[in-house]
């Protein structure tokens, strides 16, 4: 097994464990994640891909009607998800795969949607590329990220409690999303702070 293959089979397991509890440990936080969810998916049009669809809390946040295609490399996300698919008014299809190898032709979707996943993306540049090259040309790619703040001390205090976090299943909280996001061919149309500079709501297009 070579060693993308032993990355992706580790990322699986551990998304699988974590999704567990994963319902749990966000009960606090869904109010707000379901808000900033509502506000950033009024922008989501035609076609839409969901990247990182996790257990589906994000499906009754969209529009009414929408045709959705939802990604998740986890299987036992995936099926948490689809109890909640009685509870969404529109076509949607579960797919199970890897945002840094997605099994869609180039320039298939007008909107991509993601939230809180590129902080847990091994390669996330990858992934973004990936995501470039499913989307049409005039397509958008709406994102929510917890991102590094550029607020010196702060930064340094997420630096260290990166690991901690990282091993807790939150991902790495010091990634540059913005600047990843450039090095994959996108240009940052929209930029909101949601929680100081560390939560943000994106909105991106392809740099043709």
């Known amino acids: 097994m070579n060693n993308v293959a032993m990355k992706n089979m580790s ?11 994963y319902d749990t440990f966000n009960f ?3 109010p707000f994640a379901s808000r900033s969810r509502k506000e950033i998916l009024r922008q989501a049009e035609g076609n839409i891909l969901e990247v990182g669809v996790g257990t589906g809390s994000s499906l009754r946040d969209y529009p009414l009607g ?3 295609v939802a990604v998740d490399i986890s299987k036992e996300m995936l099926r948490r998800a689809e109890v909640k698919l009685k509870n969404h008014n529109g076509e949607i299809e579960l797919c199970r795969g890897d945002v840094r190898n997605l099994p869609f032709k180039d320039e298939t979707f007008d909107t991509i949607f993601s939230s809180w996943v590129f902080c847990s993306v091994t390669d996330p540049v990858r992934g973004l590329i990936e995501v470039r090259r499913v989307l049409k040309k005039e397509g958008k790619l709406l994102m929510l990220e917890h ?7 702060l930064g340094y205090l997420m630096d260290k409690s990166n690991p901690l976090a990282a091993r807790l299943g939150v991902g790495d909280i010091n990634r540059d999303t913005l600047a990843n996001l450039r090095k994959a061919g996108f240009k940052v149309k929209e930029e909101r702070n949601l929680a100081y500079d560390v939560v943000k709501a994106i909105v991106a297009a392809r740099r043709i």
């Open 28 to 30: 606090f936080i869904e």
């Open 66 to 68: 929408e045709q959705i």
């Open 147 to 153: 991102v590094k703040s550029e607020n010196k001390a």
């Open 11 to 21: 990322a699986q397991v551990r998304f699988d464990w974590v999704a567990r509890f």
